[in-house]
Structure formats: structure tokens, C-alpha cells
């Protein structure tokens, strides 16, 4: 009944929507430094694609590292 996609997709967008606008933006940073791309950010969050790329530097590269992305903002 309360399937991972269900329940999780729910609280996770919920959570999202609760930070404050510059951790959503570290947040889509780190999707997108791990391979993520913006309409896939864009759909799982509901946003637009070219919201998702106005918030991320998508020409700094990927480097999936978290905590490298917290010392730059």
C-alpha cells in the first residue's frame, strides 16, 4: 500500500519545500553533482526545468561532494 515512491516521494517533497530556499538550492546542487540532470530535479521536485538550472551552477562540474558545495555558499 505504501509504496517507496508513494509515501517517500511525499515526505521528501514536503521536506524540500520546508527548507529554506538557499538548502533547496544545496540540495539540487548535490542531485546534479551526482548525475541527476535539471528535468529529472525539476520533475521529482515539481519545479521547471529552467527553474532547477537558474539555482544550480550546472558549469561548475559534477563532483559529488556535498560538503564542498556547503563551503561554497
Known amino acids: 500500500?505504501?509504496?517507496f515512491n508513494g509515501?517517500?516521494?511525499e515526505v521528501t517533497i514536503s521536506m524540500f519545500?520546508?527548507?529554506p530556499r538557499r538548502?533547496?538550492?544545496i540540495v539540487m546542487q548535490d542531485l546534479y553533482d551526482k548525475g541527476?540532470?535539471?528535468k529529472e530535479i525539476a520533475k521529482f521536485f515539481q519545479?521547471?526545468?529552467a527553474s532547477v538550472y537558474n539555482r544550480i551552477?550546472?558549469?561548475r562540474g559534477r563532483t559529488g561532494n556535498l560538503t564542498g558545495?556547503?563551503?561554497e555558499k
Do not use: C, R
Request: glycine fraction near 8%; aromatic fraction near 8%; proline fraction near 0%.
Open 1 to 3: 500500500m505504501f509504496g
Open 7 to 9: 509515501i517517500h516521494k
Open 17 to 19: 519545500q520546508a527548507m
Open 23 to 25: 538548502d533547496q538550492d
Open 36 to 38: 541527476y540532470n535539471g
Open 47 to 49: 519545479l521547471s526545468e
Open 57 to 59: 551552477n550546472a558549469h
Open 69 to 71: 558545495n556547503l563551503s
